[in-house]
């Protein structure tokens, strides 16, 4: 299964940026423009960012009763995030990565899901907390309009809708499993013209409520584990608009907190909620002009969203397949659950 997920992944990645040539080697051209030290440090804003990312994981895991090393987690996050872009599904596709690691080491792929649930519901609600402080900028300049406030309020119920079902999961698997079979029964009524066939399994979203219910209890049995993980949700994103204020230094830009706030909140918005995966193409305009809204000059805005993007997407973008041949080649943990059984 892992050499499959390994070889789709890797075709798939080859003809993306095949298609996107042009785009990487623009981004190749502006950092170079750069002053190396910002760039170089905003790079390691970025494997902060992944180590970061790693360490929740870390945390989630135990506390659904599952363990892994840290650098293993770190190479599943960065993975997880080639392979949702790549495979894009409304950024569950990453979830493939948790599973196939948790079928390879022999452990419940729903709990391994469900971490992946939760730690996707800490990533959202820390940028929720960055992007209130964003509004506020954007509301104290006069420039925040109808469509960033439909784009917030549909980020808000995306946060809210997540966070109902791990509520609803951590006091009742039974529920749980009814309402994601209610669902997927109502997914595969309203895709019944176009498919003509179930498209979802709903005694498959039965088996995995009560699955991930049973991991979700755990959470309740001990509230404190959460706190560590939501607060590295939010560090995950000043790490992101650390690496924006070096790119800024990197180009002797002039800037204030709130441009480099505002502008990081509108476009990570837009990379959420975008229909094209991690925003590509719609992210590059957007912050391009937000950051303009903000005082910064459109040429110097365009060279900045350029540089911060190739960062934060183009290159893990393309280290993501040397993550999931790492994975194959490291050397297997006896991941087991805690209390030392099988799930």
Same mark, same amino acid.
């Given at each position: 299964?892992?050499?499959?997920?390994?070889?789709?992944?890797?075709?798939?990645?080859?003809?993306?940026?095949?298609?996107?040539?042009?785009?990487?080697?623009?981004?190749?051209?502006?950092?170079?423009?750069?002053?190396?030290?910002?760039?170089?440090?905003?790079?390691?804003?970025?494997?902060?960012?992944?180590?970061?990312?790693?360490?929740?994981?870390?945390?989630?895991?135990?506390?659904?009763?599952?363990?892994?090393?840290?650098?293993?987690?770190?190479?599943?996050?960065?993975?997880?995030?080639?392979?949702?872009?790549?495979?894009?599904?409304?950024?569950?596709?990453?979830?493939?990565?948790?599973?196939?690691?948790?079928?390879?080491?022999?452990?419940?792929?729903?709990?391994?899901?469900?971490?992946?649930?939760?730690?996707?519901?800490?990533?959202?609600?820390?940028?929720?907390?960055?992007?209130?402080?964003?509004?506020?900028?954007?509301?104290?300049?006069?420039?925040?309009?109808?469509?960033?406030?439909?784009?917030?309020?549909?980020?808000?119920?995306?946060?809210?809708?997540?966070?109902?079902?791990?509520?609803?999961?951590?006091?009742?698997?039974?529920?749980? #499993?009814? !309402?994601? /079979?209610?669902?997927? *029964? +109502? $997914?595969?009524?309203? %895709?019944?013209? @176009?498919?003509?066939?179930?498209? &979802?399994?709903?005694?498959?979203?039965?088996?995995?409520?009560?699955?991930?219910?049973?991991?979700?209890?755990?959470?309740?049995?001990?509230?404190?584990?959460?706190?560590?993980?939501?607060?590295?949700?939010?560090?995950?994103?000043?790490?992101?608009?650390?690496?924006?204020?070096?790119?800024?230094?990197?180009?002797?830009?002039?800037?204030?907190?709130?441009?480099?706030?505002?502008?990081?909140?509108?476009?990570?918005?837009?990379?959420?909620?975008?229909?094209?995966?991690?925003?590509?193409?719609?992210?590059?305009?957007?912050?391009?002009?937000?950051?303009?809204?903000?005082?910064?000059?459109?040429?110097? #805005?365009? !060279?900045? /969203?350029?540089?911060? *993007? +190739? $960062?934060?997407?183009? %290159?893990?973008? @393309?280290?993501?397949?040397?993550? &999931?041949?790492?994975?194959?080649?490291?050397?297997?943990?006896?991941?087991?659950?805690?209390?030392?059984?099988?799930?």
């Amino acid at each position: 299964m892992r050499k499959l997920l390994f070889a789709v992944a890797l075709l798939l990645g080859i003809f993306f940026l095949i298609g996107r040539l042009a785009e990487v080697h623009t981004v190749t051209n502006t950092l170079k423009q750069g002053e190396a030290r910002f760039i170089l440090l905003a790079i390691g804003g970025q494997v902060l960012w992944y180590l970061n990312a790693g360490l929740n994981l870390k945390l989630v895991y135990r506390a659904l009763g599952l363990e892994e090393r840290l650098p293993r987690l770190a190479l599943l996050a960065l993975s997880a995030n080639f392979f949702g872009v790549v495979v894009p599904s409304g950024g569950m596709s990453g979830l493939t990565v948790y599973i196939a690691e948790a079928r390879q080491q022999g452990y419940s792929t729903s709990r391994a899901t469900v971490a992946g649930v939760v730690y996707m519901f800490f990533e959202y609600a820390g940028f929720l907390a960055v992007l209130a402080l964003g509004l506020v900028v954007l509301v104290r300049r006069h420039h925040l309009t109808t469509v960033e406030i439909i784009a917030s309020t549909l980020m808000a119920l995306l946060a809210v809708g997540l966070g109902v079902l791990l509520y609803l999961g951590t006091y009742s698997g039974p529920l749980l #499993a009814r !309402v994601l /079979t209610a669902f997927a *029964r +109502g $997914i595969n009524k309203l %895709l019944w013209p @176009l498919f003509h066939r179930p498209y &979802l399994s709903e005694e498959r979203a039965y088996i995995f409520g009560m699955d991930a219910g049973e991991g979700l209890r755990t959470l309740r049995q001990q509230p404190h584990a959460v706190f560590l993980p939501a607060l590295l949700g939010v560090t995950s994103k000043l790490l992101q608009v650390m690496i924006l204020w070096l790119v800024f230094l990197a180009f002797h830009v002039p800037y204030s907190l709130g441009t480099i706030v505002g502008g990081y909140a509108v476009a990570m918005l837009f990379m959420i909620i975008s229909p094209t995966p991690s925003g590509i193409g719609i992210v590059e305009g957007i912050l391009a002009v937000a950051l303009n809204s903000l005082n910064v000059q459109l040429g110097a #805005a365009a !060279v900045i /969203t350029v540089a911060f *993007r +190739g $960062i934060t997407l183009w %290159l893990p973008l @393309l280290l993501g397949p040397l993550a &999931l041949r790492w994975l194959g080649r490291l050397p297997l943990e006896a991941a087991q659950p805690l209390n030392g059984t099988k799930l």
